[in-house]
């Protein structure tokens, strides 16, 4: 279950504000001249021209997908999955492994469904690792290119913002006969690396950086969930389980766990949020 995550608009909103601020603030009357539209099409141009070179065209439609994923988290709480496979785990040994695809319908989560789904079906545990493990590292790769887009932006904003500095030397360069305009002429040239140099800290690398994060909380959850899945096929005992899979737990999660006291009320919201 994915929510949205709000760190990251505010935390860009935030820093164009005070770019904002700081600009009007010091520049005064001048303020204005720190917007330069050829500026904006040689750095936004330049990195567009160059993502389209660098990349095939399925991986460019997924620009806007993969930088939405940086605007939303992972909902799955530790804990709950934790009771969740600690239920499965006592229906099972009470009841079979068959009867746990009755509790398929009440899980959204589909690496959990499939888990369970190979389990029931009786495949041995080290083939389930391996196939569940198999997912996660296509996943990892599926996830490595998609965020490798960003990356590439990071790198070319910057790249174009310099190219555009050079050619508003040059231009300025020309016009060497006038000295009255050469201090204007240096303030624009250099809004492109201003521009390039901008848009890469504080956009592209912090989204690179989240998405990267992002990635490695998915692989540590679906590694919590092959255990899991083992664990109940294997028939181990509820409390073993419990206790291997509680490693996995910080300290404010195992708080958390003995704040709520009884485990049913855990283990009936876990099967809702998986």
Known sequence: MRKRDFLTPIGITLGFIMLIVAISTRGG???????????????????????????????????????????????????????LFVHLSERARREGILALENELENVDDPFIKKGIHLAVDGIEPEMINDIMNAEITAMEERQYRGRQIIEKCAEYAPSWGMIGTLVGLVLMLTTLEDPESLGPSMA??????????????????????????????????????????????????????????????????????????EETPIVEESIHEA
């Open 29 to 83: 009357e001048n303020a204005a001249t720190f917007f330069d539209f050829s500026s904006i099409l040689i750095v936004f141009g330049g990195m567009l021209a160059s993502l389209l070179i660098s990349f095939n065209k399925e991986q460019i439609k997924m620009t806007g997908k993969v930088m939405q994923e940086a605007f939303h988290q992972n909902d799955q709480r530790l804990p709950n999955l934790i009771a």
């Open 188 to 261: 624009v040239a250099l809004l492109t690396t201003l521009y390039g140099t901008i848009l890469a800290n504080l956009v592209f690398i912090p989204m690179a950086n989240k998405l990267e994060t992002k990635t490695e909380e998915d692989i540590f959850l679906k590694q919590i969930i092959i255990e899991g899945v083992i664990g109940v096929q294997s028939g181990q005992n509820p409390r073993i389980l419990e206790e291997k899979l509680s490693a996995f737990l910080t300290e404010s999660d195992i708080k958390q766990i003995k704040a709520m006291g």
